[in-house]
């Protein structure tokens, strides 16, 4: 296809992506460097009977007059990344001179919002991502065993969880965990405890989230896996019966390397959401145990005054992450390109 | 499916088919129990007293004389006004997905037919586009937005989410173009068609199977979408996701939270539907980037 048409034929799509993506994270960058403008404080003398005090007070209209002539607000270079929301140098210099060992280090460095929400987002990526997988995996080699005509209402009730809203999907979990609500109250008797919570500890909070984010996305895996092992050839399977492999060897030594080029199709895919965890913690009300760096910026942006300087640190470093997660992908299919083309 | 390779033995069809039905109940129970709850008072659905009650009613009997209440959707849907947000819910994503669909065939098209390196490397840059968390989108675009007054309308969301929909729509419908055969439309220029005639006469109507899977995943896209519609939309114009989360923050008056279980189920039973007429295109289009590799 000669170059103008293709041209004319991606111009809009292209367009669209340029404003609305790749400024935006230009715009992020340069918010990134701004930080809103203090407030303008005067300074008055009160005289009374016993001589003049000074005291200062805001000027609220040049405070607003500044404000909406320079809505960026004032540069700060760097210095809102290295504040303490953000990567904290100071902080995380104080604490690790004074920490004694690694356990209490890494206990203060989740004191900084920063560090809190960059554990929890990891932890959410590299633990719900293998989950997923494995889980997928299981249901889409259960279901394939089953009666064909078992099979469409089965991928119908699976489908269910992926396909539901997020922010409804945990929420209806919220509900769910309530000490009122079934799974809560039944907690609470099987343990005895009338005081459990899911809600209330750090380390339930976490595995509660863990938990909806394997339920919402494990569907995802197991249709991309049952689809490929449509692919897998009989034959293949009936030959390595025939020279005597179980069942088990079957398995991993038929079909688990047909799955190979899906694991990483879904390791990619399942990466890029599970980085970007953001609704579950809304819905399930978590802000205060488990935040995630989108949260970061969605508590940035919502506050009473919004914080566009510090949200866009935030984003920036967000992005980075996101960079990073995705260059060995990059590269990879960077080779396989080349090679085709040779 | 006699064949050697797929007899089983008995414990492991009734170890695997336990495993399905466990799988199954999982997946399903949420959604049966608070559209069960969903007609009861909230004395049932958090049930202080027993769990049980939720299924018999037994506060909803006391408090309103029935088995049954739609309390719940009448306050969300009449009292407080969600039936304005299920409207603009439909407005923005009738607009997203048909916009996002328009632009996304052309784009895919020409990305399919060019074997250029640069359309290889648009690919791998929608990829990164596709990867970029909304909410960071968000934080550009609010300052800008707030200055120019473009904040809170309709046409703006719909323009956004339009953008970040074109990185998936542009990578799933150039897969689908790839497998339309290329003579088709380069037979047509031979006969002397231009580029844009081939594809308006030949293309188009061969490519719809590929445009309605898109176009359900640029649907699930818009629908499901929180960060862009809770943060750019004002609170007339809100869609049904943050009209939800709105609810949540009144939840201390006695039977709001039934308003919320009720929006819940009211703005799930769409995608249900959904399911129920496009599950095989949903499965299709799941699997499209990666069985093909």
Not at chain 1, 93 to 105: C, E, K, P, Y
Not at chain 2, 156 to 169: D, K, R, S
Not at chain 2, 207 to 221: C, D, H, Q
Request: charged content about 10%.
């Amino acid at each position: 296809m000669p170059h103008r048409t293709f041209l004319w034929f991606i111009l809009p799509s292209l367009l669209a992506m340029i404003l609305f993506i790749a400024l935006p994270i230009g715009s992020v960058l340069v918010q990134s460097l701004y930080v809103e403008h203090e407030q303008v404080l005067i300074e008055t003398e009160t005289c009374g009977p016993f001589g003049c005090t000074p005291s200062v007070s805001v000027d609220q209209n040049a405070t607003r007059a500044l404000r909406e002539a320079q809505p960026l607000g004032r540069f700060n270079g760097l210095r809102t990344y290295t504040d303490r929301n953000h990567l904290a140098f100071a902080e995380v210099a104080a604490a690790w001179s004074g920490s004694d060992g690694w356990v209490d280090f890494g206990g203060r460095l989740m004191n900084l919002p920063f560090y809190k929400a960059l554990a929890f987002t990891l932890a959410y990526t590299f633990i719900v991502t293998p989950f997923v997988i494995i889980l997928g995996l299981a249901i889409a080699l259960a279901v394939n065993g089953l009666p064909r005509m078992l099979k469409g209402p089965t991928i119908f009730v699976s489908l269910l969880p992926m396909i539901v809203t997020p922010l409804v999907g945990s929420l209806i979990l919220f509900w769910m965990i309530d000490a009122d609500g079934i799974i809560g109250a039944t907690l609470q008797r099987l343990t005895g405890n009338s005081d459990l919570s899911l809600k209330a500890s750090p380390a339930l909070t976490w595995l509660t989230l863990f938990l909806y984010g394997i339920w919402s996305s494990s569907p995802f895996a197991f249709i991309v896996f049952y689809a490929g092992l449509q692919t897998v050839p009989g034959e293949t399977l009936e030959a390595a019966q025939i020279d005597g492999a179980t069942r088990w060897q079957r398995v991993r030594y038929v079909t688990i390397p047909y799955m190979a080029p899906l694991v990483v199709f879904i390791l990619l895919i399942q990466l890029m959401d599970n980085f970007r965890v953001f609704e579950a913690i809304v819905g399930l009300s978590a802000q205060a145990n488990a935040s995630s760096l989108s949260i970061l910026i969605y508590s940035d942006l919502r506050g009473d005054v919004a914080q566009f300087g510090s949200a866009a640190a935030t984003s920036m470093m967000t992005i980075i992450g996101v960079a990073i997660l995705l260059t060995p992908v990059l590269i990879r299919t960077w080779r396989d390109f080349n090679r085709k083309r040779v | 499916m006699s064949s050697v390779a797929h007899r089983r033995s008995s414990a492991l069809i009734v170890l695997s088919t336990g495993f399905v039905v466990l799988w199954l109940v999982i997946a399903a129970f949420p959604f049966l129990w608070t559209l069960w709850g969903s007609f009861k008072v909230q004395g049932d659905f958090f049930s202080r007293a027993d769990w049980m009650n939720a299924i018999w009613g037994t506060r909803t009997a006391v408090e309103t004389g029935g088995p049954f209440t739609g309390a719940g959707y009448e306050g969300a849907w009449i009292e407080k006004g969600f039936w304005r947000a299920a409207l603009n819910t439909l407005i923005v994503v009738f607009f997203t997905v048909v916009i996002s669909l328009t632009l996304g065939t052309l784009g895919g098209y020409a990305l399919a037919r060019s074997g250029y390196r640069y359309a290889f490397w648009l690919l791998m840059l929608a990829l990164v586009f596709r990867a970029m968390p909304h909410i960071t989108l968000v934080s550009g675009y609010l300052l800008p937005f707030f200055e120019w007054n473009l904040w809170g309308y309709k046409t703006t969301a719909i323009i956004v989410l339009v953008a970040i929909n074109q990185p998936f729509t542009l990578w799933m419908l150039h897969s689908f173009f790839l497998n339309i055969p290329k003579d088709l439309d380069e037979s047509a220029m031979v006969d002397g068609c231009t580029r844009f005639q081939a594809f308006r006469h030949v293309i188009i109507p061969v490519m719809w199977p590929g445009v309605v899977t898109t176009g359900l995943f640029s649907f699930l896209l818009a629908y499901n979408d929180f960060a862009v519609t809770a943060m750019l939309l004002s609170r007339e114009n809100q869609t049904m996701v943050p009209a939800i989360a709105g609810f949540l923050g009144s939840t201390f008056e006695e039977g709001n939270v039934m308003f919320a279980v009720a929006a819940v189920v009211s703005a799930t039973a769409p995608l249900f539907v959904l399911i129920v007429f496009f599950q095989r295109q949903i499965v299709s289009g799941l699997t499209a980037g990666a069985v093909k590799g």
